[in-house]
């Protein structure tokens, strides 16, 4: 039990669909953050909310649209993606995003696959 | 700008033999340091950091680190290898002006039996 729980775990979607991610964290934390791991490149910081405020989008396409509610969910909403978008997407929480010395708690991450 | 290199891309290493994983950096600040792993269809896990005191610090499942100021360098290390320790591992680093994490590239460790 990671403390970070993702759903769905895999993903399969055409181009055309429209789908959501979502992340509960259950540890208390302030901050959450979307990541993307694809084959062969580093980790990819997309999105940092804090305390429910995005505080940083790192160009992102526009077909990725973050939501917060609150402190303990996530979500990311997919539309229109390209294929090139397949990868593994990572949610994570810290205990607040200026925090220096506090870790990241990753949960297991949503396989998406775009046909 | 922040950055991490892992410059191995595989590690091979014997059950039982002492692993080393190598992590050099570059900050502006002062660096926060961070070690974490992947298993296959898993999220990365916190093993280890290093903040500020004793150079060697001690993580989770058997793993330490050594922090080399001088080389900017944070290895990660293990005196047995184990079969189970077979996984993907990230280093990271943050300064104290509160970028956010960078993470190096990953290092993929095998231990033979």
């Known amino acids: 039990e990671t403390g970070v729980t993702q759903t769905p775990r895999h993903l399969v979607m055409g181009m055309t669909n429209k789908k959501s991610l979502k992340c509960e964290q259950h540890?208390?934390?302030?901050?959450m953050y979307w990541y993307k791991q694809s084959a062969k490149k580093p980790l990819e910081l997309m999105f940092v909310?804090?305390?429910?405020?995005?505080?940083e989008n790192n160009s992102v396409p526009s077909r990725f649209s973050p939501e917060c509610p609150n402190s303990s969910h996530l979500f990311l909403h997919l539309h229109t993606l390209q294929p090139e978008d397949s990868a593994l997407y990572l949610c994570?929480?810290?205990?607040?995003?200026?925090?220096?010395?506090?870790?990241?708690?990753f949960g297991n991450g949503t396989r998406l696959t775009v046909t | 700008a922040q950055s991490v290199a892992q410059p191995e891309d595989q590690v091979n290493v014997a059950e039982g033999n002492p692993l080393t994983v190598k992590c050099t950096y570059s900050?502006?600040?002062?660096?926060?340091l961070f070690w974490y792993v992947q298993y296959p269809n898993r999220g990365l896990q916190f093993l280890l950091k290093?903040?500020?005191?004793?150079?060697l610090v001690k993580g989770s499942y058997g793993f330490e680190a050594e922090f080399n100021k001088s080389q900017t360098s944070f290895h990660l290390k293990k005196p047995s290898a184990l079969v189970s320790d077979s996984a993907l591992y990230f280093c990271?680093?943050?300064?104290?002006?509160?970028?956010?994490?960078?993470f190096g590239p990953g290092t993929r460790l095998s231990v033979l039996p």
């Open positions: 909310y804090s305390l429910e405020e995005r505080v």
């Open positions: 994570a929480s810290s205990q607040d995003v200026t925090g220096v010395t506090s870790p990241l708690h």
């Open positions: 900050v502006s600040g002062n660096p926060y």
């Open positions: 290093y903040i500020t005191g004793d150079n």
């Open positions: 990271a680093v943050r300064d104290n002006y509160g970028q956010n994490f960078v």
């Open positions: 540890l208390g934390h302030n901050a």
